[in-house]
């Protein structure tokens, strides 16, 4: 861990597997562990998300941005993989780019975070 990199994180992936006669079975399968990430929020920055109030129309309010920096090397992170971080947070992964040096996640929280 640097000062750079303070989090660790891990990713998963959801798989189904047919089996026949039965229902599709889940498994989760681990893309990445213990990789050293930088996780933020910019403020402001977030897309609108609809707001329902009683006696109130459609409204939006401002949405945070969630990103994370991290130096995953060759592995591949999609849409939809979930992100845990080193104090159980997690989040949904709803894009990633790798630009050469480092690949930045931006992530949703699939739970409201402290």
Partial sequence: MSAFYPRTITITRSSYTPV??????????TVVSGAPARIYLKRDKGFSAPIWSPGK???????????????????????ADIMTDDLGREFKVDAAYFNGWFTQLSITPTRPVA
């Fill in 20 to 29: 026949a006669g039965q229902p599709l079975e889940q498994t989760n399968i």
């Fill in 57 to 79: 129309t459609n409204t939006s309010a401002s949405m945070p941005m969630w990103l994370v920096d991290t130096k995953l090397g060759d592995k591949t992170v999609q849409e």
